[in-house]
């Protein structure tokens, strides 16, 4: 499994880290051990489902995480449709999930990475949606990097547990599963 997010404090709270908190979630709930470094990425293991599962938050900013992924996936004797990709979403309502196989990166720069880096688009992913900006100054790239809204805070928590939920669903029952369970769904915006 792999979040994704910029790293250090400056951007820990911010629309584009929503895969790196799915990830933290998933771990606060399953996570066994401590964390290490590998591969360019923070990793720790995690128990679900009677499996292990490597949990990885790459530490390269978020449009180069394909570098990141590709060596851990290298190490680990890992494919593309081994993976579970959790990340931001602005083409989706603020709190709408969804799963999916795999499929072309839509301009999120940090999933055309890791594309680039296995040569595939067919790696699995669950999409947190963070909404669009309003008509304004700035812009999608400062927006996604900006922090979430006191209304947006407030959801946030329930949010980040519906895609944790559908993690959890997609690793014990699969992708198809996921996707039939959570794509129906939207978490409640604020």
């Keep these: 499994?792999?979040?994704?997010?910029?790293?250090?404090?400056?951007?820990?709270?911010?629309?584009?880290?929503?895969g790196f908190m799915a990830a933290e979630e998933f771990l606060g709930r399953h996570g066994i051990g401590g964390t290490g470094e590998e591969?360019?990425?923070?990793?720790?293991?995690a128990r679900w489902a009677g499996e292990v599962i490597l949990v990885a938050r790459p530490q390269s900013f978020m449009n180069l995480s394909g570098g990141a992924v590709g060596a851990l996936c290298r190490a680990r004797g890992a494919a593309a449709e081994d993976l579970l990709l959790l990340y931001d979403d602005a083409d989706l309502p603020f709190g709408t999930i969804r799963v999916r196989p795999g499929g072309r990166p839509a301009g999120h720069r940090g999933v055309e990475s890791i594309v680039a880096a296995l040569g595939t688009d067919q790696v699995p992913r669950v999409r947190i949606g963070v909404g669009r900006p309003e008509t304004g100054e700035g812009g999608l790239r400062e927006y996604v990097l900006e922090e979430f809204t006191p209304e947006e805070v407030e959801a946030l928590g329930s949010v980040i547990g519906v895609a944790t939920d559908a993690?959890?669903?997609?690793?014990?029952?699969?992708?198809?599963?996921?996707?039939?369970?959570y794509n129906q769904r939207q978490s409640e915006g604020p």
């Design 39 to 45: 591969s360019g990425s923070l990793v720790r293991e």
């Design 167 to 181: 993690i959890e669903c997609a690793l014990r029952e699969g992708v198809k599963k996921a996707m039939n369970r």
């Design 1 to 18: 499994m792999v979040g994704l997010g910029n790293p250090g404090p400056r951007y820990a709270r911010t629309r584009h880290n929503v």
